[in-house]
C-alpha cells in the first residue's frame, strides 16, 4: 500500500512532521511518498502494477483547486483513496468533496491519530478485497480441478493490468465470459467492454464499423459515427474469434495494435484512444501461422499472456458443481421446484464427453429442468439425451444430400473427408434435422446463430437449393 502525501509545503505541513514516527513504526518508508504536483506517470505505474494508494491532499496548499485536483487522481486511479486535510470546517466544502470521492475529510483541527488509524483501516480492506476478487472469480468461473486452479490464480495479476490477453479454448469453454471477468477486475471495469465478432467482420464494412466514418464519407452518411474501438475508448476491446478475420483485417488490426491510433472513414485526423485487447480463438494459432492464413506479427503482439481454458472433458471433476450451479440458476429462472437428481443421473453425466463443452452442458441441464415431470431428476433424461445423440450420428452417417445434379454422400467414414467438408455436412444435417430453424440448430451446434448464419453463407447453404432425400446407402 502506498501513502503519498499531496503538498507544496511538506516542511511547514504538521502532517508530513508526525507520519515519521509512524512510518519508522510500520516500516513503511519505501511506501511513503512526497509529491508537491500530481504525477501522472506514477499513477499509470500504480495502475499496471495493482499497487491500492492512499492519497493525502493538503488543502491549503491547493485551495479551490484541490478539488479538481481530486477528480484528475480519480480518474486516473479510480481505486484510490483520498483523504482531505488542512481543509475548511464548512459542510458545504465537505459535502462536495465526499461527494466527488473523497474517503475522508478532516478539519484544521485535526487529531493525528485519528489519521493514522484511518490509514490502518484502509491498508486492512486490501486482504478483503482479495476475497472478494476470489469470490467473484468463482461466481463467474466454476471448478476446482487443478487446471481451473490454475487459472482462477492467474486471472487477478492479469486482471490489474493493461497487457493484452489471448484466450484459445474448443467451442462453448467459456472464452467471452474469462474476458467479461477479466475487465471486471481490472481498474477499467466501469468503463466499456465492448466485443467485435470476427467471425461476421466484412471486408467492406470493416473500417466503417470499427474504426467509424465521418458525415459524406460515403452515400447514406448522414452523420459522423464512432467505431466500436472508439466506442470502447478507456475500457476492454474484446476480439472474439480472431482467427476468422481474412489477412486483410489483420494487417489493418495489426497498424492499430502498434499505435493505438486510428483514422474515421472520410478524414485524416488522427484519434488515439486507450484500450486494453483481449482476444479470443478456438483455432491453434500457431498452426494457422504455418499454413498461411493468420499473421505471426500480429500473433505475438496479442499473445502477451496466453489463457487456455480446457475442455470439459479434460476437467470432469468439475462437472458436479457446473450442474449444482446451473441446477438452481435454472430452476429460479424457469420456475420449477426441482429437489435435486439421482446418483445415477450424475454419474452418467460426468461419463459423457461434452463435445460442445460447458455450453452444451448449461443447455442439457435446462433441457432436463424442463422436460422432468418429478422433482428429482432422474437418469433417463440423460440416457434419452445421449440416444439422440447417438441418432443423430447413424443419420448423418447413413444420409445422401442431392445438391442440384451432384450427390454427395456423407461418409462411414469421416476420414475421407477434409474438416471443411465434415463442417458443412455437420451444419447441412442439422438444419435438415431442425428443418431449417436457424435457432434450434445453432443451439444444437453450440454456435450462435450469428456465427451459424456466416457459416451458411459461406457453404452456401440455403434452403431453396436443397433437395433432401435419405437412403439406406446398404
Excluded at 153 to 181: D, M, Q, S, Y
Aim: hydrophobic fraction near 35%; aromatic fraction near 10%.
Amino acid at each position: 500500500m502506498k501513502v503519498i502525501l499531496l503538498s507544496r509545503h511538506p516542511e511547514n505541513f504538521p502532517v508530513y512532521q508526525s507520519y515519521q514516527p509512524y512510518v519508522r513504526e510500520k516500516d513503511l518508508k519505501k511506501d511513503f511518498l512526497v509529491l508537491s504536483e500530481l504525477d501522472y506517470q506514477m499513477l499509470k505505474a500504480l495502475n499496471v502494477d495493482g499497487t491500492p494508494a492512499i492519497f493525502i491532499l493538503d488543502y491549503e496548499s491547493y485551495l479551490e483547486e484541490t478539488i479538481d485536483l481530486l477528480k484528475s487522481l480519480l480518474k486516473y486511479k479510480e481505486d484510490a483513496y483520498a483523504i482531505v486535510v488542512n481543509a475548511p470546517n464548512e459542510a458545504e466544502v465537505a459535502v462536495n468533496f465526499l461527494k466527488a470521492g473523497a474517503y475522508h475529510y478532516f478539519t484544521h483541527d485535526l487529531n493525528y491519530e485519528c489519521l493514522y488509524d484511518l490509514i490502518d483501516e484502509i491498508s486492512a480492506k486490501k486482504p478483503l478485497k482479495d476475497k472478494q476478487i476470489k469470490e467473484e472469480i468463482d461466481e463467474y468461473f466454476i471448478g476446482n480441478s487443478p487446471k481451473i486452479q490454475k487459472i482462477k490464480e492467474i486471472l487477478p495479476k492479469v486482471a490489474e493490468t493493461n497487457c493484452n490477453v489471448l484466450i484459445g479454448g474448443e467451442t462453448g469453454t467459456g472464452k467471452e465470459l474469462v474476458a467479461r471477468l477479466i475487465h471486471k477486475l481490472s481498474p477499467r471495469a466501469k468503463a466499456p467492454f465492448v466485443v467485435i465478432d470476427c467471425t461476421t467482420l466484412q471486408e467492406t464494412l470493416f473500417e466503417s464499423e470499427v474504426f467509424g466514418f465521418e458525415k459524406g464519407a460515403f452515400t447514406g452518411a448522414m452523420s459522423s459515427k464512432k467505431g466500436l474501438i472508439e466506442l470502447a475508448d478507456g475500457g476492454t476491446l474484446f476480439l472474439d474469434e480472431i482467427g476468422d478475420l481474412s489477412l486483410s483485417i489483420q494487417k489493418k488490426f495489426l497498424r492499430f495494435l502498434q499505435e493505438r491510433t486510428f483514422t474515421r472513414l472520410g478524414s485524416t485526423k488522427l484519434i488515439k484512444v486507450d484500450v486494453r485487447i483481449i482476444a479470443a480463438t478456438n483455432k491453434n494459432l500457431e498452426e494457422e501461422i504455418i499454413s498461411g492464413n493468420f499473421r505471426a506479427d500480429l500473433y505475438y503482439r496479442l499473445n502477451t499472456v496466453y489463457l487456455y481454458l480446457p475442455p470439459l472433458r479434460e476437467r470432469k471433476e468439475d462437472i458436479p458443481l457446473i450442474v449444482d450451479h446451473y441446477l438452481n440458476l435454472k430452476k429460479r429462472e424457469l420456475k420449477k421446484e426441482i429437489k435435486g437428481y439421482t446418483k445415477e443421473f450424475i454419474k452418467k453425466v460426468m461419463e459423457y464427453d461434452w463435445p460442445g463443452n460447458v455450453r452444451e452442458l448449461i443447455n442439457f441441464i435446462e433441457r432436463a429442468i424442463i422436460l422432468t415431470k418429478k422433482d428429482i431428476i432422474s437418469e433417463e433424461l440423460i440416457e434419452d439425451y445421449l440416444e439422440l445423440k447417438k441418432e443423430d450420428e447413424r443419420i448423418k452417417q447413413e444420409r445422401y444430400c442431392e445438391e442440384g445434379n451432384k450427390t454427395i454422400l456423407i461418409e462411414k467414414d469421416t476420414k475421407m473427408l477434409n474438416l471443411v467438408e465434415i463442417e458443412k455436412n455437420l451444419i447441412l444435417e442439422t438444419l435438415i434435422k431442425n428443418n431449417w430453424n436457424q435457432t434450434k440448430t445453432a443451439l444444437e451446434l453450440g454456435i450462435s446463430r450469428k456465427q451459424l448464419i456466416t457459416k451458411m453463407k459461406k457453404f452456401g447453404l440455403f434452403k431453396e437449393r436443397y433437395h433432401i432425400r435419405c437412403k439406406n446407402p446398404n
